[in-house]
């Protein structure tokens, strides 16, 4: 029987397992600082994928709606789960330098996904990297009410995949530490709201319906949204972060490369690869996965594969006022830069007494 089928989290005591392996890393691999740092090109990507899901939606705006279905489960899903990736590569400051212009960015990827999420993914995702496993600020982690609910059968994790965005949106309130508006967040809505309407009267409902099941299947029942049980599912004991090297990693910018980045958060998208081949001692003898198609088969058919299925730290955070974009991008880069500087010959003081991403970058060598 499967540790998990229980139906409970897997509580733990000790610190999620990211920090201690990026000083290791740095100890032992000096030589991958060389792969840190922004890579302004990532917006062209940006542009393109932007525009050919604006193409798509326009053709389609006099399709019948089973040929709007089929497109956006063929195309439309893969197009948008690109875009979230590369909203994942601003969020960690990886396409420009300056953290307002990769939000500004995020903006533009955010307008086919229709729904306003880029801007809190920003906040929420950096605290899923500070506190993984942290029922209060991880928003990667299912509720205890929303776990409780799908359960284990299989029906229900199929339909919970299905509606994967609505869940994402429920779990907003439990996250109370987290002020979502400010006027990146307003600047967020409008263009949606502004950029959908538009849509809606150029070229019809059915335009904004190609979109709107892009982004429901983009993150849902659809092999590239097995992504979000790779990352932390308990699939193999005694490990909770996964990594998945399979082929879809080509229209994934890499995003596979899971254990890779929450070590090295520095390294863009293009770079991932050779974290692993710089470091194999680190990760050949991890767990990976190498189908998402094969793991989403899996967790809806096996009874131990359940939103349970996650390793839980209890922290308690007292009476700690709720964290608003800036307070939450100075806690990451502080983490980041003092991970840094224990495993450097010589601390960068700078970056610890100021933090900011301008300061974690290396030199450029020319
Ligand atoms: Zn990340
Ligand atoms: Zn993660």
Known sequence: MHASEHLAFDVVTYAEPHLERTKRLLRAHPEVRELFGPIP??????VGIVALQVAAAILLGNAPWWGVLIAAYLLGAIADHALWTLIHDCTHNLVFR????NAMLQILANLPIVFPAAISFRKFHLLHH??????ELDADLASPAEARFVGNSSWRKALWLLSFFAWQAAR???LKRIRMWDRWYVANLAAQIGFIGALWAVAGWHAVL???LSSIFAIGLHPVGARWIQEH??????QETFSYYGPLNW????VGYHNEHHDLMTVAWSRLPKVRAAAPEFYDSLQAHRSWTRLLLRFISDPG???YSRRVRNVNHGTAPAADGAAIESLTARSIASAHAESSPRPPVSALEQPSFQSLAPPRAS
């Open 98 to 101: 300056r953290a307002r212009d």
């Open 251 to 254: 229209v994934a910018f890499n």
């Open 305 to 307: 594969l359940s939103l």
């Open 130 to 135: 500070r506190f993984q496993g942290d029922l």
């Open 210 to 212: 190609y979109l709107t």
């Open 233 to 238: 599912y308990l699939s193999f004991p005694n």
């Open 172 to 174: 907003v309130p439990r």
């Open 41 to 46: 090109s990532t917006a062209w990507f940006v």
